[in-house]
């Protein structure tokens, strides 16, 4: 059972609310998501993207931009190399098209999964080094690549590295390192996503070589941002704000057709259809089979290959979807009765699930929906080159993930391969538990790991798997709250208080997402008038009406369950966010039910 929470985070409402021409209730959300003046609260909610950082305040800039223009104009290679996922392909893209814009002489390379595993590694270094590469130019990865980047230097290679994660206590040994949160970095915003700080980069690159950047970049920024679930708070709030606007009319072919081939109305494109539909399909090719397809699409200057490559992208998430689907579903059946290779883990705090046919590459999706689904950390290991097949939905297919070079996979961040009775794994946490410290303590156990507090990756000894199961869950230290999902709830507030014009104000927030959630609200004490559902062959949604309110309630469920639990005449709380409804000419206000609970 959930568990509902009202947010108490103090200010002087009222009087944010005359000066900055808001409502009290307006200014008491932007409170709750941690903005404390009103310089910052105005700038959340009409800042523009004059008020973007200069990207000079991130440490090397300068020294990184004049060592790249210097080669550009020198005449020698540059191979920029990115990462796999969203974040890394859209950071990859903006640099390419920009230095191709700038004329130099360039290559690109992104990781194969499998057998590169995260980021820079020697093999990608010697590649790099037979196509007679003079300077590596990274993005989304880097600060960690320690040993590959020795090597480069070894080969008389300059490395620029620009990226984003948390660096370890030693830097690698780069010409210059671009990275908000390196040590003596004093940029005002940390959390900004691998292409956001790519995006910067040439900025000043532009700047000092005297080009117009390239005029579709500002929408992979923000792509890469809602996909890397940055917060969508600071400058993150500007760029995803206005990129998507950019995103609606974009003259990229490729981006383009991928909007075309997944059908999303172009007009209402918002954060959901980049981080649930459009995101997926560019991630599915790192996943399954090379994220250099995706890099192709969005370089791509023919209207007929773009459409052929979105369409590929849609049917790997497709056949993606499927597999996880069918590898959670059984890691869910597994917790609650347990199999050969596992025990019933029912009353684990911490669930470590071995599935050794799973896919590695689906491993942290698994993890991330078995943890939604019973609200525990949760951690699947599997063996490496595991294929993973599933029954395609409604076709009795059988599909399968195996794809060129999987039966060898190299281990996680390293061109070496796993041990030879090795699992790797991925796992995916609660607020009230740090992944990575919990691992750190038992590092004994592991051949490698790494990862931060809400999500990690790892590999140990197939032999170990029971011994880590036991001490993550005699040392978790979670109590029955930490364990309860929260509802945080922004305002208790009568459904009679909302109005259209509240609701439209409401929109200054957009868009929302990590860190700045949809607002919430709620009351109990509604009495039901009527529950009538939606729909003729599926009955997935209904309508809720309450006696003596206008707005009626709208709810997402297995609405033949909900009828049969909620009858006219019960009373009820509800946690609900506004929205107005159009139909037929007539405006009317509708409540989105989030929750829902009889009042006892």
Known sequence: MKRWVVMTKRADFDAIARNLSISPMLARIARNRD????????KFLTGDLTQLYDPMLLKDMDVAVSLVK???????????????????????????????????????????????GYGLNRRLIDRANEDKVAMILTCDNGIAALDAIDHAKELGMC?????????QEQLPAADAIVNPKQPGCTYPYREICGAVVAYK????????????????????????????????LDENHIIVKYGIEKMKTTTNIGLNALIDVTEQDRSKLGYHALGFVLGPCVNATGRLDLAEQALQLFLSG??????????????????????????????????????????????????????????ESIAGIVAGKVREHFYKPAIVLTRPGAEGTAETEGTGETVSLAAEGTTEPADADTDEKPAEGSVKGSGRSIEAYNMFEALQKESDLLLKFG????????????????????????????SEDDLTEKVKID????VSYVTEAFTKELDLL????????????????????????????VHNSVRVYFVGEQAYGFRYCDADAFAQEYHAGDTVSIVYTPKINEFNGKRSIQLDIKEIKPDT
Not at 159 to 167: A, G, L, M, W, Y
Not at 528 to 533: F, G, S, W
Request: aromatic share 4%; glycine share 8%.
């Open 510 to 537: 957009r868009p929302f997402g990590n860190g700045n959630p949809t607002p919430l609200f709620a009351q109990k004490g509604l009495k039901i008038k009527e529950v009538r559902v939606q729909g003729k062959d």
């Open 159 to 167: 490395v620029i590295v620009t990226d984003h994660h948390e660096p």
């Open 35 to 42: 903005m404390e003046t009103e310089d910052q609260i105005r």
């Open 70 to 116: 210097a080669m550009i104009e020198g005449g020698g290679r540059i191979c920029v190399v990115g990462d796999y996922d969203v974040d890394g392909v859209c950071a990859t893209y903006i640099l390419v098209k920009t230095l191709q814009a700038a004329g130099a002489n360039i290559c690109w390379m992104l990781p194969d999964r499998v057998k590169d």
């Open 491 to 494: 305002i208790p507030m009568p």
């Open 201 to 232: 980069f040439v900025q000043i690159l532009c700047r000092k070589m005297q080009l117009e950047m390239p005029g579709d970049l500002l929408e992979f920024a923000a792509f890469a941002t809602v996909c890397d679930v940055m917060p969508l």
């Open 302 to 359: 023919n209207r007929e290959d773009a459409v052929r490559l979105a369409q590929n992208l849609k049917e790997l998430n497709v056949t993606r979807k499927a597999i996880t689907d069918s590898a959670t579903k059984e890691a869910i059946r597994i917790v609650t009765e347990g199999d050969d290779n596992n025990p019933v883990m029912t009353e684990d705090p911490v669930l470590v699930i071995f599935l050794p046919d799973c896919h």
């Open 451 to 478: 990862g931060h507090k809400m999500a990690a990756g790892m590999s140990l000894k197939e032999e170990d798997i029971e011994d880590l199961r036991k001490r993550l869950n005699e040392h978790a230290g979670l």
